[in-house]
């Protein structure tokens, strides 16, 4: 009957049953997985560069996958372009995990594999001294081998889901898919535009105003600067008493002597000198 079903020869009904459980064995893995109601996503945290032209920060599966996971289980994130995550299925065992390089060939690769330790339900907060993100692409030198978190090649967009699997590779429970990530992409120089015709209002008349104050500060430099050193180029005129050939004083009056003696004492007797030599025999 079996193989009258499955549309074989009634003398290979064994061969039929066969394939029928290798099918069965196909599917049953796919069909135990547990779908966890969680879709990965930005971090909430006010954080500068969550977003980069390389990379993108998620918030941390906490208690996502407690109900699910045993002790020696491993939460793994799965990074694959938007058009081909469909296409990604899931691995059957740890050879069958694709490495980042795959990205580029496949479309999908996984990377970051956490044990539930580093994933707990207590506050992020308290006594961690970080913000709790997922850095995807931070992996510069590639250090994580050979899972590497390798920076992303290009703007995406992305999606991403997070998957549990046990200690031989075998999935246990998935999350949903991200919603589309798409990264930062730096401008051309010759993109940018610099016509200031399309500048707005307000931001001419600010210009307009800086510029003014740049001259007017100059000016005022400028004049500070000539006041300063004009005695040196143009030295000013003497008066007229410190001419060269001109002398002003004032009358000297001697005190301690009379002005009767003064005026009797002949011509070479000052008092304090000697008294001419005579020249009569």
Same mark, same amino acid.
């Given at each position: 009957?079996?193989?009258?079903?499955?549309?074989?020869?009634?003398?290979?009904?064994?061969?039929?049953?066969?394939?029928?459980?290798?099918?069965?064995?196909?599917?049953?893995?796919?069909?135990?997985?547990?779908?966890?109601?969680?879709?990965?996503?930005?971090?909430?945290?006010?954080?500068?560069?969550?977003?980069?032209?390389?990379?993108?920060?998620?918030?941390?599966?906490?208690?996502?996958?407690?109900?699910?996971?045993?002790?020696?289980?491993?939460?793994?994130?799965?990074?694959?372009?938007?058009?081909?995550?469909?296409?990604?299925?899931?691995?059957?065992?740890?050879?069958?995990?694709?490495?980042?390089?795959?990205?580029?060939?496949?479309?999908?690769?996984?990377?970051?594999?956490?044990?539930?330790?580093?994933?707990?339900?207590?506050?992020?907060?308290? !006594? %961690?001294?970080? &913000?709790?993100?997922?850095?995807?692409?931070?992996?510069? $030198?590639?250090?994580?081998?050979? =899972?590497?978190? @390798?920076?992303?090649?290009?703007?995406?967009?992305?999606?991403?889901?997070?998957?549990?699997?046990?200690?031989?590779?075998?999935?246990?429970?998935?999350?949903?898919?991200?919603?589309?990530?798409?990264?930062?992409?730096?401008?051309?120089?010759?993109?940018?535009?610099?016509?200031?015709?399309?500048?707005? !209002? %307000?931001?001419? &008349?600010?210009?307009?105003?800086?510029?003014?104050?740049? $001259?007017?500060?100059?000016?005022? =430099?400028?004049? @500070?600067?000539?006041?300063?050193?004009?005695?040196?180029?143009?030295?000013?005129e003497a008066p007229e008493q410190l001419r060269?050939?001109?002398?002003?004083?004032?009358?000297?009056?001697?005190?301690?002597?009379?002005?009767?003696?003064?005026?009797?004492?002949?011509?070479?007797?000052?008092?304090?000198?000697?008294?001419?030599?005579?020249?009569?025999?």
């Open positions: 009957m079996l193989a009258a079903v499955m549309g074989l020869p009634r003398g290979q009904p064994l061969l039929g049953l066969h394939m029928l459980l290798m099918a069965l064995n196909c599917l049953w893995p796919s069909l135990s997985l547990e779908l966890v109601p969680y879709t990965p996503q930005i971090t909430a945290w006010d954080l500068e560069g969550k977003v980069t032209a390389t990379t993108f920060s998620l918030e941390q599966p906490r208690c996502v996958f407690d109900e699910h996971a045993s002790a020696s289980d491993t939460v793994w994130l799965v990074v694959a372009f938007s058009n081909a995550s469909r296409s990604f299925q899931n691995p059957e065992t740890l050879a069958d995990i694709p490495a980042s390089p795959q990205l580029l060939t496949d479309g999908h690769y996984m990377t970051l594999p956490l044990s539930l330790d580093w994933l707990p339900c207590d506050d992020p907060m308290v !006594g %961690s001294g970080g &913000v709790p993100v997922l850095r995807v692409g931070h992996d510069h $030198g590639c250090h994580q081998q050979p =899972f590497c978190n @390798a920076p992303l090649p290009g703007p995406g967009p992305y999606r991403v889901k997070f998957l549990l699997t046990d200690a031989r590779g075998s999935p246990r429970a998935e999350t949903k898919w991200s919603d589309p990530i798409t990264l930062h992409q730096g401008k051309t120089p010759g993109s940018i535009d610099t016509w200031p015709g399309r500048r707005s !209002g %307000s931001m001419i &008349v600010m210009t307009s105003i800086l510029s003014s104050l740049i $001259g007017l500060l100059f000016l005022a =430099f400028l004049a @500070a600067s000539t006041a300063r050193f004009s005695s040196l180029w143009w030295p000013e060269i050939g001109s002398f002003m004083g004032k009358r000297y009056m001697t005190h301690h002597i009379p002005p009767s003696e003064a005026a009797t004492l002949p011509v070479g007797c000052e008092p304090g000198q000697d008294p001419l030599p005579s020249l009569s025999p």
